[in-house]
């Protein structure tokens, strides 16, 4: 499997992963299989609680904007980046994280609105910034580990002021960018956690420690931590794309994010044929924001090509 294709992968299956987890935000464990009790059997994107079946959610919405920004700008442009994020949350996305919505209405410029968050609620270490994360990551792979995590950062921080959100975002695109090259991600889990900044390095070895489960999550799975660690748990102790996911959404709680995030990691390492077709035909993602697009297959496919060779890479 070549870069290109397992690009793809990480980009159809953490959208995949949002759109099959949504329906069972905030349900109990064990939700998904007790609904679709036999792995392969189909008809799993099934749509409900609000959503259409195959719809994906501000996990994937945001992810595209971040995709596009950095196509169109040719690289990072921040304030691009927080500016689409506020042209979207003016559109009324169905579902909108308490604290982006907070910070992109805040009124504040870009380099001042999550800090002054932070400061004011000292709670912002959410997965809202992880979850939008495989767009970046895929795009910024080719620059190396140090600039990969750099990048991540500083996406992080335009909605996230607390550094343990940068940091776990940062630990994801390099996970990522681990994967596209080939290599099972989890092997290289001591490099990357040895450029984690080391006032969270302990926090993160212990969510990403083989022998963490789930069960012993110490906040609600929303959190950046028990998030991350649950995605790698569900890569780690599965060996399909497809059970992956299944064992992400039957943790319950944030479903369609913790399914986002295992799912740009596994499709990352399985691939975008290791996906059922039967989950990727009725995938879309309405982009408020966007004068009223909605990308489906076809266009998620080109935006991932784009990412790892950018079609104008002048600037
Ligand atoms: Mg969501």
Redo the contacts with the bound molecule.
Sequence with gaps: MNLAQRAIGAIVGSAVG?ALG?PF?FGPAGAFSSRFPVPGAGGEMAGGGGWDAGEA???TQMAVHIAESLLERGGLDLPDVFARFQRWAADDPK?I?LQTEDVLTRGLPWNQAATAHYRSSLRAAGNGAL?RATPSAVYFAHAGRQATMDAARRITALTHGDPAAWEGTAIFHDLIRIALNGTNPLDELPQTLATVHPDHRQRYATVLDPAWHPSQATEFNGAVWPCLGSAVWALRTTHSYENALRAAIDLGGDT??VA?VTGGLAGAVYGPLAIPADWTELLHVPLPGSGGRTLRLPELHALSRDLVEPPHAEG
């Design positions: 949002d949504a935000e959610t501000d996990d579902d994280g979850m369609d994010t986002a």
